[in-house]
Each structure stands twice: as structure tokens, then as C-alpha cells.
């Protein structure tokens, strides 16, 4: 019995770990895309780094040697991707209307809350201070992605919640559809097909609008380069936090990673955090501590 449950505290903490590990890596990976996407273009950046994430995957599935998923994996995780990548250019285009306060927050809160009722309803409730938690990191994922002001903007364009809520559907279906098709145990090719349905729906979308595909700036590169790799990264925690504990903890911890953005916006471009966002922080810190325990 006391192994049994030394081996269940052991992966618990290696699932929060990876969820930490995959919150950090997206939240970085967001602010190096934010700096592409100023120098050329919020979809070239998407899709470039999409093309940098998929070539790396490949190398790294000739080295692991992992096989072949079969069709149901490869699906769902094409599905993951389509949807994850439907709900990043509806978060982008939310943004490109001047709804940025209302638009992060309301999708971020929503593409946490999903994986945790699906996790409920599949596993269970967790212990009651893995409850309190989720509240704590909720909490926290909506006052980091507040701007000054951000509440009241929310208030003020409730009727422009579509797109917002729309895009956290999307990346709430990611996490659920990304971690039913890695419940097998496959991690590298489910990453593979994720990526070819975001590129193949990106693709399209960019042929239907005649974007420009080439990037003028060739300082971008490393920039959109080191973002594919962060964003891979990311993937590959999510996925490890997902097959060492619960579905619900992975996505909850995952999510937090707005505070890697604005941390890191504060360190490096000395951007001023409000006192929301500290707040966020410290709520993110209690939200930690009590998965913990």
C-alpha cells in the first residue's frame, strides 16, 4: 500500500512539474511569437514557426524510433491541431478588432475550464486542495491577462465575447482531443499530425486571403525559429503531464502560462506589470502550492 502510493505522489509530481514545464515553455514561446509577429505578420509568424516545430518533430522521431500511432490517434490529433490553431487566429483576429483586455483573459479562462470539467466527469473529483487550486489558478490566469482598466473593458464589450469565447473552445478542445489521442502512450507522431493539421488549415486560410508568404525581415528568423521550438516544447510537457496524472491538473497548470509572458515582457522589453497581474502571480504561486499537497 505505501508503495502504491509513494509510485502515485511520485507521478502526481511529475505531472505538475510537466504542467509547470509546459506553461513556462508556451508562455515563452507567446512573447518570442509576439516578437515575430510585429516584425512580420501575426499568420507568417504562426505558420513559419508551425514549418520549424514540424522539421523538428521529424528529427526527433528518427531518433526515438517511435512507431506508427494508429488512425484513431492520428485523427484526434489532427482534430487538436485544427482546433488549436482555429482558436489561435480567432484570438488574433479578436485582437486586431482592439479587444485585447477582454479577448486573452475570457479565452484563457475558458480553454482552462473545459479540460477540467471533461477530467471531472471522466476521473473523478481530485483531493479537495487540487479543487482549491484550480480556483486559485483560474483566478490567476484571469488577473495576468488583465490590462489597467481590463474588468471594466470586460464589462463594457460583453457583447463582443463571440470570438474571445470562441477561441477558448478551441484551445480547451486542443488539450482534451491532444490528450485522449497520447492516452496510449504515443507522444512524438501525435505531435506530428497536431502540427500537419494546423499547418494544412492555416495554409488554407492564408491561400484564401492571398496573404504574402514571405518574410521581409530576415532578423525574424531567429525569432520565429526559437518560438517553434518553444512551442514544441510546450506540446511535449502538456503531453508528459497528461500520461503521468490527470487531465484536469495538466491543463489548469498548463494554462498559466500568461504569467511566463508577462514576466518575461517585464524582464527583457521593461514593461510595467499592473497590480492585478501581481496579484495574478501570487494567486498562481497558492495555486501551485496546493496541487502539491
Request: positive net charge; charged residues 10%; proline residues 3%.
Amino acid at each position: 500500500m505505501f508503495f502504491k502510493k509513494h509510485i502515485q505522489g511520485r507521478y502526481s509530481l511529475l505531472s505538475i512539474l510537466f504542467g509547470l514545464g509546459a506553461a513556462l515553455s508556451w508562455g515563452a514561446g507567446d512573447f518570442t511569437g509576439g516578437l515575430a509577429a510585429r516584425k512580420t505578420g501575426a499568420y507568417r509568424a504562426v505558420f513559419y514557426s508551425e514549418v520549424v516545430g514540424i522539421f523538428l518533430l521529424f528529427a526527433v522521431v528518427g531518433i526515438s524510433g517511435e512507431s506508427l500511432p494508429n488512425l484513431k490517434v492520428w485523427l484526434l490529433a489532427m482534430l487538436a491541431g485544427a482546433v488549436g490553431t482555429v482558436g489561435l487566429m480567432l484570438l488574433y483576429h479578436s485582437m486586431t478588432l482592439g479587444l485585447m483586455s477582454v479577448a486573452t483573459p475570457v479565452s484563457a479562462l475558458l480553454a482552462a475550464s473545459i479540460p477540467v470539467l471533461v477530467g471531472i466527469f471522466k476521473e473523478g473529483l481530485p483531493e479537495i486542495p487540487t479543487v482549491f487550486g484550480f480556483g486559485f489558478a483560474l483566478f490567476a490566469v484571469w488577473m495576468i491577462s488583465q490590462v489597467e482598466g481590463g474588468v471594466t473593458n470586460i464589462l463594457a464589450h460583453l457583447s463582443d465575447l463571440k470570438l474571445p469565447l470562441l477561441a477558448g473552445i478551441g484551445f480547451g478542445l486542443y488539450f482534451v482531443f491532444m490528450h485522449e489521442a497520447t492516452s496510449t502512450g504515443a507522444r512524438v507522431w501525435p505531435m506530428v499530425a497536431s502540427r500537419s493539421g494546423g499547418m494544412i488549415l492555416i495554409t488554407v486560410y492564408m491561400l484564401s486571403i492571398r496573404a504574402a508568404w514571405k518574410v521581409e525581415d530576415a532578423s525574424a528568423w531567429p525569432t520565429i525559429t526559437l518560438n517553434g521550438i518553444l512551442d514544441i516544447s510546450g506540446n511535449m510537457f502538456f503531453i508528459l503531464a497528461g500520461q503521468t496524472g490527470r487531465l484536469d491538473v495538466a491543463a489548469v497548470l498548463s494554462s498559466l502560462f500568461p504569467s511566463a509572458t508577462v514576466m518575461l515582457a517585464w524582464i527583457f522589453l521593461k514593461e510595467r506589470l499592473s497590480r492585478n497581474q501581481w496579484i495574478g502571480i501570487l494567486a498562481a504561486l497558492i495555486a501551485i502550492v496546493l496541487m502539491t499537497i
